[in-house]
Nanobody, 118 residues
C-alpha cells in the first residue's frame, strides 16, 4: 500500500504557471508508471500525463508543449509543471501510481485544486 499526497494547487491568472508535486509514502520505483489526471466540475476524470519507470513521457494533446511531467526516484516524488495555463485547465488534479503497463492507476492521491481565472 502506498499513499500519495498532492500539493501546489491554487489560483492563477490565464497565461500563468503552477507546479504540482506528488509525494509518495513508499518507493515510486516499484511502479511502472506515475500519472496525473484531472477532473473538472461536471466532467469525468481524464488522463493528463504519464511518466514511466524508464523515463518515457506521454501527454494529453491539449496540454502538450505546456505541461511537463517529471519524477525523482530518490525523493519519491512526481511533479507536473504547468505553463501557459488556460481557464479550461481548471480542475482538481490527481496523482496516480500504476503497477501495470496499461489501465488506470492502482493508487490515487486526494487531489489538489487548480483554478485558472482572471
Amino acid at each position: 500500500q502506498v499513499q500519495l499526497v498532492e500539493s501546489g494547487g491554487g489560483l492563477v491568472q490565464p497565461g500563468g504557471s503552477l507546479s504540482l508535486s506528488c509525494a509518495a509514502s513508499g518507493s515510486i520505483s516499484n511502479f511502472y508508471a506515475m500519472c496525473w489526471y484531472r477532473q473538472a466540475p461536471g466532467k469525468q476524470r481524464e488522463w493528463v500525463a504519464t511518466v514511466t519507470s524508464g523515463g518515457a513521457t506521454g501527454y494529453k494533446d491539449s496540454v502538450k508543449g505546456r505541461f511537463t511531467i517529471s519524477r525523482d526516484n530518490a525523493k519519491n516524488t512526481v511533479s507536473l509543471q504547468m505553463d501557459s495555463l488556460k481557464p479550461e485547465d481548471t480542475a482538481v488534479y490527481y496523482c496516480g501510481a500504476r503497477t501495470r503497463i496499461t489501465g488506470p492507476p492502482d493508487y490515487w492521491g486526494q487531489g489538489t485544486q487548480v483554478t485558472v481565472s482572471s
